[in-house]
T-cell receptor, first 115, second 118 residues
Framework: EPEVTQTPSHQVTQMGQEVILRCVPISNHLYFYWYRQILGQKVEFLVSFYNNEISEKSEIFDDQFSVERPDGSNFTLKIRSTKLEDSAMYFC?????????????FGPGTRLTVT | AQKVTQAQTEISVVEKEDVTLDCVYETRDTTYYLFWYKQPPSGELVFLIRRNSFDEQNEISGRYSWNFQKSTSSFNFTITASQVVDSAVYFCALSEANYGGATNKLIFGTGTLLAVQP
């Protein structure tokens, strides 16, 4: 069964450093998402991506964040200068359809720890 | 504005008990989708069910059942004869239908931690 994969599973970085979180969505999916979950809290939407551009972003997704689909398979989230409060689990998701009946498939997540 | 409320932060039951997880949502749209996800201790998000706003039929899948009531804006989830493996955080989520290429973000509730004791 196809699945969304994410690397690395755990990333530790120092405050102020840049990090890139990588995701490989399901191959025939067209819509891509990043969500964040601070430990013990709910899952929060960050950004959605379609047709090589951002479709929607939340207030959390400020100028420190960027997304890219550098090739036909990877989907990346970059945080330019990490802050302590960026420590969270980051989930990538993808879906096949638009507007109507669809399902977002989530990857296993990358735990980011900023020290 | 979209909002999902899961008032139960934590529920503890003994194995074989039935348990119902509550979910109340707010949306101005007439077309929307409701979801339940399970997050076991390992951390991944596991899709359980999707429901669209036009389908109020209750659904049963094995030990799981869902009760969708538009009149009360609720989408409750019941586990029958709970098992220790059901221990997890359960999230209810809402998405509004957008057409024309726009994507549909999921708005999650705060989750309910279910602990099933042996």
């Amino acid at each position: 069964e196809p699945e969304v994969t994410q690397t690395p599973s755990h990333q530790v970085t120092q405050m102020g450093q840049e990090v890139i979180l990588r995701c490989v969505p399901i191959s025939n999916h067209l819509y891509f998402y990043w969500y964040r979950q601070i430990l013990g809290q709910k899952v929060e939407f960050l950004v959605s991506f379609y047709n090589n551009e951002i479709s929607e972003k939340s207030e959390i997704f400020d100028d420190q964040f960027s997304v890219e689909r550098p090739d036909g398979s990877n989907f990346t989230l970059k945080i330019r200068s990490t802050k302590l409060e960026d420590s969270a689990m980051y989930f990538c998701a993808s879906s096949e359809e638009e507007g109507g009946s669809y399902e977002q498939y989530f990857g296993p997540g990358t735990r980011l720890t900023v020290t | 504005a979209q909002k999902v409320t899961q008032a139960q932060t934590e529920i503890s039951v003994v194995e074989k008990e039935d348990v119902t997880l509550d979910c109340v949502y707010e949306t101005r749209d007439t077309t929307y989708y409701l979801f339940w996800y399970k997050q076991p201790p390992s951390g991944e998000l596991v899709f359980l069910i999707r429901r669209n706003s036009f389908d109020e039929q209750n659904e049963i899948s094995g030990r799981y059942s869902w009760n969708f009531q538009k009149s009360t804006s609720s989408f409750n989830f019941t586990i029958t004869a709970s098992q220790v493996v059901d221990s997890a955080v359960y999230f209810c989520a809402l998405s509004e239908a957008n057409y024309g290429g726009a994507t549909n973000k999921l708005i999650f509730g705060t989750g309910t931690l279910l602990a099933v004791q042996p």
